[in-house]
């Protein structure tokens, strides 16, 4: 399997299963997913992890985090 194919197969699983916990409505839930999908993502394609890619990542985790946020006050 080359790192291509993982990456896309990694791509779809975190899609949808973002998709079933939005429509699950707790955001919180969602964050905690998020985080362990990035650490995942991170183990898993070290080797091809650059700078921009880390930046890309941790502004989804601050925008999750703030998202999670406003949610939850609700």
């Given at each position: 399997m080359t790192t291509q194919d993982k990456a896309d197969y990694f791509g779809a699983v975190v899609v949808a299963l973002?998709?079933?916990?939005?429509a699950w409505?707790?955001?919180?839930?969602?964050l905690v997913a998020s985080l362990v999908g990035l650490l995942?993502?991170?183990?898993?394609?070290?080797k091809e992890v650059v700078k921009r890619g880390l930046l890309a990542a941790a502004v989804?985790?601050?925008l999750a985090f703030i998202i999670a946020l406003v949610i939850g006050q609700r």
């Amino acid at each position: 399997m080359t790192t291509q194919d993982k990456a896309d197969y990694f791509g779809a699983v975190v899609v949808a299963l973002l998709l079933i916990l939005t429509a699950w409505g707790n955001a919180w839930v969602m964050l905690v997913a998020s985080l362990v999908g990035l650490l995942f993502s991170i183990a898993l394609f070290r080797k091809e992890v650059v700078k921009r890619g880390l930046l890309a990542a941790a502004v989804a985790c601050v925008l999750a985090f703030i998202i999670a946020l406003v949610i939850g006050q609700r």
